[in-house]
């Protein structure tokens, strides 16, 4: 094994020295056997891997933790997303999870985060299960031979879920927990199963280090690329389409999830994907559907009785099933994983009220004021107990994996845009029109499309625009393929007092949801506020 000099080979090299064997950087195929040898798996009828996460079929946020130190203890923003732990509870933990992995048959990786050499990170993973560690084979970025005889250890990722703490005496919440240490470079998972924790802590740790290290924006999105090389991201919260408005065979597909945006390039942070599959079926998701094949980890997914024919509408282990693989299982996924800087960036939100145009244009300021507050709105029968939308907010489209404050990413978007003016931010509303949920109807993906496609076509550059009277982004009074009418909400709505009256109580709802941020927001993306004075 080649080794750094640093702390972390040491402490890899203790691992390894205690554990009964280490299996380093197999193949898909060979961890797949392996995990159908231990019986921790099974085949499905299209040759794909499936397993049970057990316990925890999710994140478990509320029990991640970051080392609270002299690097962090003045720029993280702590609180219920960010929750410190002190040096000695990290140092305690560290040392029983490195035992915990003796006499034991382990499986390790040296892998990369970012596609971008110039700002990608070195991770060595080691793992309990073999299929964890396929896991980490499809979502992060495989080095070549080559590259594998000078890797050095940077970062690490020790995942045991068969270690429990202690909670009484090792400090933590509950018996699992994930522990970040920035200062050691360490992501200590223990107690779950939960393969998404690797790839979110990972990607918690390229939030803190881009815009610390490298003034790049890493952000919660998919992206594609044109053929003319223009680039396309799309930001939203789930349900709001991001997905399925970003898959398009006519455009190649950078990345499905996390990206970071340099002076020069925006890349994938990982080399693979790592999509939901209730309800997945080859017509509506051909492309996911279709990389459910051998090498791919299906997780908690169901079968027909009798048979290893996966039910996708199933859901009696959790609705978050999942399907692992890499990258290019998609047909038109570009190789390497990034593109030039973006001409377009859509903001996709699912208006529930029915109130935000179906597409509006948004200045620097709005971009700034609409990023942070990350926008959408659940509907009746998505959750027990909501009867009427529910406003949800998000910053930056994923709040809980920001160590920083999101005026500071938000920030940083304002600079790239200043940067480069001639990026075109679009906010998206693939929600209700002609009324809120239950009184209107949602807005036809067909016209979505049409419109999405019409920004990256530059087909709205010069056509008339009008502000909204209180959110104040402009709206286009023409797009082809696009009645006129559909484009202002106002006029879709048969009573246009109640539009007026709902559009000023979700305007308060903004508002209110951004008061939080607004002690270390800049005047300028205060600015942006919708009107409710009206």
């Not at 999710?58 to 923003?77: A, Q, Y």
């Not at 990722?157 to 699992?176: C, M, V, Y």
């Not at 994983?337 to 509006?360: E, Q």
């Amino acid at each position: 094994m080649e080794i750094g000099t640093n702390h972390i080979a040491e402490d890899i090299l203790q691992v390894e020295s205690q554990a009964k064997k280490v299996y380093w950087n197999l193949s898909n195929q060979e961890l797949t056997q392996q995990t159908l040898d231990l019986g921790q798996g099974k085949l499905n009828d299209l040759g794909a891997l499936c397993v049970e996460t057990g316990k925890f079929t999710g994140r478990s946020p509320k029990d991640k933790f970051i080392v609270k130190d002299d690097l962090t203890i003045n720029t993280i923003d702590w609180g219920d997303v960010n929750i410190p732990i002190s040096e000695e509870i990290f140092e305690n933990l560290y040392q029983k999870m490195k035992d915990s992995f003796a006499n034991k048959e382990v499986w390790a990786r040296k892998c990369y985060a970012g596609a971008d050499p110039r700002y990608q990170i070195n991770v060595t993973v080691i793992n309990t299960r073999p299929w964890a560690n396929l896991f980490c084979n499809n979502l992060f970025i495989t080095p070549s031979d080559e590259e594998l005889k000078n890797f050095e250890h940077e970062w690490v990722i020790l995942q045991n879920p068969d270690f429990e703490a202690n909670p009484a005496i090792d400090g933590t919440r509950s018996p699992n927990f994930t522990i970040v240490s920035f200062t050691k470079k360490i992501i200590l998972i223990g107690g779950s199963a939960y393969t998404g924790e690797m790839k979110k802590g990972i990607f918690s740790v390229l939030n803190f280090i881009l815009p610390h290290e490298h003034n790049i924006l890493p952000m919660h999105c998919s992206a594609n690329e044109g053929k003319d090389g223009d680039v396309s991201l799309f930001f939203g919260l789930s349900g709001t389409g991001k997905t399925t408005l970003s898959a398009d065979a006519n455009r190649a597909l950078i990345g499905d999830d996390e990206h970071g945006w340099a002076d020069n390039s925006v890349f994938n942070f990982e080399g693979g994907c790592y999509a939901k599959v209730v309800d997945l079926s080859a017509e509506k998701e051909p492309e996911i559907y279709g990389a459910i094949k051998p090498g791919a980890l299906l997780e908690n997914v169901s079968f027909y009785e009798k048979s290893n024919v996966v039910d996708f509408s199933n859901t009696n282990l959790t609705e978050n099933t999942r399907v692992a693989y890499p990258i290019d299982y998609i047909p038109n996924a570009k190789q390497p994983s990034l593109g030039y800087i973006p001409k377009n960036i859509f903001f996709l939100t699912c208006d529930a009220f029915g109130i935000l145009p179906p597409i509006s244009k948004l200045t620097k300021a709005q971009a700034m004021y609409h990023f942070i507050s990350g926008y959408t709105a659940k509907v009746a029968g998505t959750e027990v107990g909501i009867t009427e939308p529910q406003t949800t907010f998000s910053a930056c489209f994923g709040r809980v994996f920001l160590p920083l404050h999101p005026t500071q990413y938000a920030e940083l978007l304002g600079k790239k845009l200043e940067q480069h003016p001639d990026v075109n931010v679009w906010l998206i509303n693939t929600g209700w029109t002609g009324g809120k949920f239950g009184e209107g109807k949602r807005m036809n993906l067909k016209y979505t499309r049409a419109m999405v496609n019409a920004a990256m076509r530059g087909e709205l550059d010069n056509v008339e625009y009008v502000p909204h009277a209180i959110f104040g982004v402009l709206k286009p009074q023409s797009c082809p393929g696009v009645p006129p009418e559909v484009l202002n909400p106002r006029t879709t709505w048969t009573d246009t007092d109640a539009y007026d009256k709902q559009a000023l109580a979700l305007a308060k709802l903004f508002v209110n949801n951004f008061k939080q941020y607004e002690d270390q927001a800049s005047e300028e993306i205060l600015s942006a506020a919708p009107n409710i004075t009206l």
